[in-house]
């Protein structure tokens, strides 16, 4: 355990609660969840090194305010806010400290992208080996949550692949965790949702690629029981996997699918692979059809928005993919397969004023078929259909606060109104006993409607015995809180 020493003294823990004392309006920002359903006017520090980010600290202490972290703020709901009180904003702290092209080793702060590293190592031949739909997550807030891909099913999550990290815990001190020192803190902090500290150095082991392009194999699902069958059969040779759904169909169509499967080419099958595996040769085109801007895509998009429009594009997508692209192989750039979160820039901004969630679940092999198809029906019940419905193979972990299982994810892309916000927290109610119901699990990153109950039951008591003695152990002061974390744990973690 490395320990540096305390530059400013902690203040004795007050026994009751005191007055909030004004901090310099200047700092005080709007800051939203990446879903646009909520927002907060939070106090927000950008500090660049790790001295100010003690001094944060401090200043939360001496003001008697909380502390939020907060990366490249790329939770769908309030996993980074907290109203009246501190975001610690470390997109600042973004270097790339260490690189060694021949081990595929790398050394970054926090605030560093996935984004940051791929175009950094990718003309070495690396890669992350987990990455999540947009390329814009910080390190440290997908090691906060423990970010999975869709490789989930053979590579784990991204804290499978971290060699080492520093964590800076609000008493001062700096502690290095490995899987052979302070072991237990590696695989408590990794996923503790940013409740024990912040993490500021973060070593990650890359996986080593042959070329800039994977053989991507297209092909159509005609129903949820289709889908299942299909990635239990390619799992075991697939390096991804991942599924689009139609939510809209119904009856002997539930759950039709269009399906990527993508693997790594071989070394020697790309004959160009120092051309494939260019920064340039990744990068997203700006434009559509080389003439339209793509940054205006979503204002095109704006008018299907709703219902009917959505069950339109959702019928088209599907006609098209299981006709003409049906059971095609094509190879596609690293970038273009993973980050299609950003393939249309500000594409979310079609589901303004309200916003979205999205409510994803994790279900045991054994009983995700009943509980999605269960879901599916709930929806389409509720008159509150998801306008988007993505698929994925897991496998569990080592981590104490996981939402892994051996089995499936379904993840729903949920519109939010004024009006209909009440009637997508009481679907959701409902979508929570089908899935713990069926065994199933939860993820911080995309939540915005669980419940302390619906938490503590997936959870389960040891699991938060254990964790809240960590969060005493490096928090006694209970300085760093989320809206999040207070809307599932509370404020005091009794």
């Known amino acids: 355990m490395a320990i540096e020493p305390l530059n400013t003294p902690i203040q004795p823990k007050p026994t009751e609660r005191m007055p909030l004392a004004p901090l310099p309006y200047d700092r005080l920002e709007r800051v939203s969840a990446w879903g646009m359903n909520t ?4 106090y927000v520090y950008r500090p660049t090194t790790i001295e100010g980010v003690r001094e944060v600290f401090g200043t939360a202490r001496a003001h008697g305010r909380k502390v939020a972290l907060r990366g490249s703020g790329c939770s769908y709901g309030d996993a980074s806010l907290l109203a009246e009180n501190i975001s610690l904003d470390l997109t600042r702290m973004n270097r790339i400290l260490v690189w060694s092209p021949e081990t595929g080793v790398i050394t970054v702060e926090p605030g560093a992208t996935i984004r940051d590293i791929w175009r950094y190592v990718i003309e070495d031949g690396w890669w992350s080996p987990v990455v999540s739909g947009t390329m814009m997550v910080s390190l440290g807030g997908a090691l906060g949550m423990n970010i999975h891909g869709k490789n989930n099913f053979r590579v784990g999550p991204i804290g499978d692949h971290v060699v080492e990290f520093d964590l800076l815990t609000p008493k001062g001190e700096i502690l290095r965790c490995s899987r052979t020192e302070n072991t237990e803190l590696f695989y408590t902090a990794i996923g503790g949702f940013g409740m024990l500290g912040c993490f500021v150095c973060i070593t990650l082991q890359l996986k080593k690629i042959y070329s800039g392009q994977l053989s991507v194999h297209a092909f159509a699902t005609a129903d949820l029981r289709g889908l299942f069958q299909e990635f239990e059969a390619r799992m075991g040779a697939a390096d991804y996997l991942v599924a689009w759904v139609d939510c809209f169909a119904k009856g002997k169509a539930l759950g039709r699918s269009l399906v990527h499967q993508a693997d790594y080419l071989l070394k020697g099958v790309d004959p160009v692979p120092a051309q494939t595996l260019r920064v340039q040769h990744q990068d997203l085109p700006e434009t559509l059809f080389g003439v339209i801007p793509k940054s205006l895509m979503w204002r095109f998009l704006k008018p299907f928005s709703n219902n009917w429009g959505m069950r339109l594009v959702n019928t088209a997508k599907y006609m098209q993919g299981s006709t003409l692209g049906n059971n095609k192989t094509h190879r596609q750039a690293h970038a273009a397969f993973a980050f299609l979160l950003d393939y249309v820039p500000n594409w979310k901004f079609i589901y303004k004023p309200g916003g979205l969630i999205q409510y994803q679940s994790f279900v045991p092999a054994e009983t995700a078929e009943a509980c999605f198809t269960a879901q599916l029906e709930a929806c389409h019940k509720a008159g509150t259909i998801p306008y988007l419905g993505v698929f994925k193979r897991h496998r569990k972990d080592g981590f104490l606060i996981s939402h892994a299982v051996d089995g499936y994810s379904f993840a729903l892309d949920i519109p939010i109104t004024e009006k209909s916000r009440e009637k997508v927290w009481d679907l959701a109610k409902e979508l ?22 619906t938490a503590h039951a997936y959870l389960g008591d040891a699991a938060l015995v254990q964790f809240r003695r960590w969060k005493q152990e490096c928090d006694p002061e209970n300085l760093l809180q989320t809206s999040l974390s207070r809307r599932l744990f509370g404020e005091t973690w009794d």
């Open 39 to 42: 927002s907060v006017c939070s």
């Open 432 to 453: 929570n006993r089908l899935v713990l119901q069926a065994g199933g699990r939860f993820y911080f990153a995309k939540d915005s409607t669980l419940d302390s109950e």
